[in-house]
Structure formats: structure tokens, C-alpha cells
Nanobody, 129 residues
Framework: VQLQASGGGLVQSGGSLRLSCEAS????????IGWFRQAPGKEREWVSC????????EYADSVAGRFAISRDNAKDTVFLQMNSLKPEDTAVYYC???????????????????????WGQGTQVTVSS
């Protein structure tokens, strides 16, 4: 199982970026997927997640209304559209997936790091003021 995160870069405050997380080695449509981020000197924090199938999405309060998570199961890819970016969004962004036995519902996903077992390599997002 591999997760490949991409799409990061340098953007000015107020700008947008779209991150991609491409999965290989498993069928992404049967898994919930999470995005996390880690800024220098800080703990890794949950950003958003999407349930398996066409299930619900969830967002951290800090990004709600600005970020949107979506999935293209045919391409085994999950996206994170980030709008109205702020300097405090600067971090390395990671996508993650759980072991299949953790997926007990098509209508829920997790905000807990410990419930994710596969992690992508991270993509750097830098927002300048």
C-alpha cells in the first residue's frame, strides 16, 4: 500500500492550492482517507477526512469553509482544495489511510492519528504574507 501526496507549493496569502493523494495497492473507494498537517515545531494535526464511497466529509474548525476534500474513486485519488490560504496554513501536508478492518462504515471517518496506518510522504505548503 502506498499513498503519494502532491500539489504543494508556495502561494501568497489568499491564494489557492489543490493537493492530491494517489493510492496504490488497495482500492481507495473502500477506505476513509484523512489529511493531516505538521508545521515546524508543532504536533501533526488533523485537517480533514472523507468517508468511503460517497460518504460524509469532516473538517477541522481552522479550515472549515476554506478547504474542501473530495475523491475520484476511478483514479484512486483524494483531493484537498485549499482556498483563502493563510500564513498559518504553512505546513507539510500528509494524507493517510487506515487498515481495512478499521473501516466499519461508509458514513464515518476519523480525526485521530492513531486510527491511520498508512501515510504518504508529505507535500510542503508555504503561504507567504
Amino acid at each position: 500500500v502506498q499513498l503519494q501526496a502532491s500539489g504543494g507549493g508556495l502561494v501568497q496569502s489568499g491564494g489557492s492550492l489543490r493537493l492530491s493523494c494517489e493510492a496504490s495497492g488497495f482500492l481507495l473507494e473502500y477506505s476513509f482517507i484523512g489529511w493531516f498537517r505538521q508545521a515546524p515545531g508543532k504536533e501533526r494535526e488533523w485537517v480533514s477526512c472523507i468517508s468511503s464511497g460517497d460518504g460524509p466529509t469532516e473538517y477541522a474548525d481552522s479550515v472549515a469553509g476554506r478547504f474542501a476534500i473530495s475523491r475520484d474513486n476511478a483514479k484512486d485519488t483524494v483531493f484537498l482544495q485549499m482556498n483563502s490560504l493563510k500564513p498559518e496554513d504553512t505546513a507539510v501536508y500528509y494524507c493517510a489511510a487506515p487498515y481495512s478492518w478499521r473501516v466499519v462504515s461508509d458514513f464515518s471517518c476519523s480525526s485521530l492519528k492513531d486510527e491511520y496506518d498508512y501515510w504518504g510522504q508529505g507535500t510542503q505548503v508555504t503561504v507567504s504574507s
